[in-house]
């Protein structure tokens, strides 16, 4: 069965610092990954998607995240947090060719001025 | 754009009230899926529509139907609110789109804020 776990519920970085949000699944074989972020009273937006292919993956808003099989791993990285960054930030993980997915229970981000 | 709107941002019911939760989408999506989201549970499905009329279960789906009449529509009714079903109710669609194009990752509307009291 597939399962996914953000371990960090919370976490505090100050404006223009490095941030790494991490992502652990379980699954048989590559799923297809996903990040999603959700401001305040919104819905959710996606990030970025992994299927295959190239491990590091570019998304929107200058995230980035890396696949990483031997660790069953996909953290979400952005080399310089803005404040606007502050929101909180979904993994998901499904079976290839399916459209049903899991999601982490999120890690809220807080951004320090 | 993929739009998927939800009927109300906020609703306030009663308790044993019947309230549906209405969600449309525009881009011929095949599936449609209404989930919830609770603090530190992160986001849980109800329910999941493949088609016209087709569903299946999710995680939670006691206390909850679906109806999906037509293809853009899908319905989450609460057929006797209960204060524990006070929650954020988050609708989303994905699938083949027009054209054929498959479209694996799902498109969230704005989610609506339901409070029983």
């Known amino acids: 069965a597939q399962s996914v776990t953000q371990p960090d519920i919370h976490i505090t970085v100050s404006e223009g610092a490095s941030l790494e949000l991490r992502c652990n699944y379980s699954y048989g074989a590559t799923p297809y990954l996903f990040w999603y972020v959700q401001s305040p009273g919104q819905g959710l937006q996606l990030l970025l998607k992994y299927f295959s292919g190239d491990t590091l993956v570019q998304g929107i808003k200058g995230f980035e995240a890396e696949f990483k099989r031997s660790q069953s791993s996909f953290n979400l990285r952005k080399p310089s947090v803005h404040w606007s960054d502050a929101a909180e930030y979904f993994c998901?993980?499904?079976?290839?060719?399916?459209?049903?997915?899991?999601f982490g229970t999120g890690t809220r981000l807080k951004v320090l001025a | 754009d993929v739009k998927v709107t939800q009927s109300s941002r906020y609703l306030v019911k009663r308790t044993g009230e019947k309230v549906f939760l209405e969600c449309v989408q525009d881009?011929?999506?095949?599936?449609m899926f209404w989930y919830r989201q609770d603090p530190g549970l992160g986001l849980r499905l109800i329910y999941f529509?493949?088609?016209?009329?087709?569903?299946e279960k999710g995680d939670i789906p006691e206390g909850y139907s679906v109806s999906r009449e037509k293809k853009e529509r899908f319905s989450l009714i609460l057929e006797s609110a209960s204060t524990n079903q006070t929650s954020m109710y988050l609708c989303a669609s994905n699938g083949k789109r027009l054209a054929g194009v498959e479209s694996y990752e799902q498109y969230f509307g704005p989610g609506t804020r339901l409070t029983v009291t």
């Open positions: 529509s493949y088609d016209v009329k087709m569903k």
């Open positions: 998901a993980v499904g079976a290839p060719g399916t459209y049903k997915y899991i």
């Open positions: 881009m011929d999506h095949e599936n």
